[in-house]
């Protein structure tokens, strides 16, 4: 008889424990995400992102022609890094090509710092936005590049260390940009 009390405390037990994990598996499942950052990708839009420009006007990145966009935020340590490659880049094509600095930092702070490296860009702030907004998906990563076509659909996105590669995506010349 003891014999059937141990295997049936070992049995209750066992469906005690199966009980719990059924029960926490559940409540994890049942849990909803908080907001996350959402990284734009190849094919996404950013057409109904809205920014000021330089003058303080509401401004579109569907602009009707293709966009080089640079994110960059002035406490960026590898925003610092990469300065002199936009410059060289901004200074060598910036002006054959629409090219838009954005930051998510107050207009005069961002055109301070775009002056500071001298890239020739316009420049464009948005609102740093809540996680999970399409503005705080936009700037979260710096430096970063996109280009846009005239519709604002991102055609290519990289790490802004490699403005070369962007370049060559519009036919510039890569050693000229990198300074090889």
Not at 119 to 131: H, Q, R, S
Not at 158 to 165: K, W
Request: charged content about 20%; some cysteine.
């Amino acid at each position: 008889m003891k014999r059937f009390l141990t295997t049936d405390r070992v049995l209750f037990g066992l469906a005690l424990l199966a009980f719990a994990q059924a029960t926490i598996l559940t409540v994890r499942m049942g849990r909803t995400e908080g907001p996350t950052t959402r990284w734009y990708q190849v094919g996404d839009t950013l057409s109904g992102i809205r920014a000021l420009d330089s003058d303080g006007r509401e401004a579109l990145l569907s602009g009707g022609e293709p966009t080089v966009v640079l994110v960059f935020n002035s406490s960026c340590g590898h925003c610092e890094a990469v300065a002199p490659l936009w410059k060289a880049w901004t200074t060598a094509f910036g002006e054959d090509f629409r090219t838009v600095a954005i930051s998510s930092e107050p207009l005069e702070s961002a055109k301070a710092y775009v002056d500071l490296h001298g890239w020739t860009a316009d420049v464009w702030t948005v609102e740093a936005g809540t996680l999970g907004s399409p503005e705080h998906g936009l700037t979260a990563r710096t430096p970063w590049i996109f280009i846009l076509d005239k519709d604002g659909v991102v055609l290519a996105e990289r790490h802004g260390q490699e403005i070369a590669e962007v370049g060559a995506l519009f036919g510039a010349d890569v050693e000229e940009i990198s300074g090889a």
